[in-house]
């Protein structure tokens, strides 16, 4: 038998082997899930790493892949003017109606960025704490406390007026 359990404690005590200590035996443990979650964060890194490399090569291809569509355009737009000018138009004025097309679109989305940059709201949360930060900074003695700890009930956190947020 390769393996067989001792009959007798007597049996397993005369292998000269004394059973480790439960703070011995804690401190291994420690010691082990330390080393694990070690392993576990130089896995990630490496995986992380790998996986930024790809995603900077991807955004660098989209980049180049905008930079050649705006050239495309410009001979899009070109080929129109052209066109206007088969049609019969003089050349400067088949330009010039681009030009002008152009113009408007550019202004129209000018317009629409504009609306959109008025809709954005101002962060009322990180205002009041950055305001309440040099207070919050400022060393008080142990044991004493200048400021009232704010109520938290069902996930709501009672601020200084009457208002509420949900966290």
Avoid: C
């Amino acid at each position: 038998m390769a393996h067989s359990v001792p009959s007798s404690p007597s049996q397993h005590r005369a292998t000269g082997a004394e059973e480790p200590s439960i703070g011995a035996l804690v401190q291994s443990a420690m010691a082990d899930v330390s080393t694990l979650i070690r392993s576990e964060i130089e896995l990630a890194k490496a995986e992380v790493g790998k996986s930024a490399k790809r995603a900077g090569i991807g955004a660098a291809s989209f980049a180049a892949a905008g930079v050649l569509l705006a050239f495309a355009g410009i001979f899009l737009f070109v080929t129109i003017a052209e066109f206007l000018t088969w049609l019969g138009l003089a050349r400067w004025i088949s330009y010039l109606i681009v030009f002008v097309l152009l113009a408007v679109v550019a202004g129209i989305a000018a317009l629409i960025g504009r609306q959109q940059l008025k809709k954005i709201e101002k962060p009322e949360r990180t205002i009041e704490t950055l305001r309440d930060l040099p207070e919050v900074v400022h060393r008080e003695t142990p044991g004493e406390r200048r400021r009232d700890v704010p109520t938290v009930s069902n996930g709501r956190v009672q601020l200084r007026g009457s208002e509420n947020y949900t966290v």
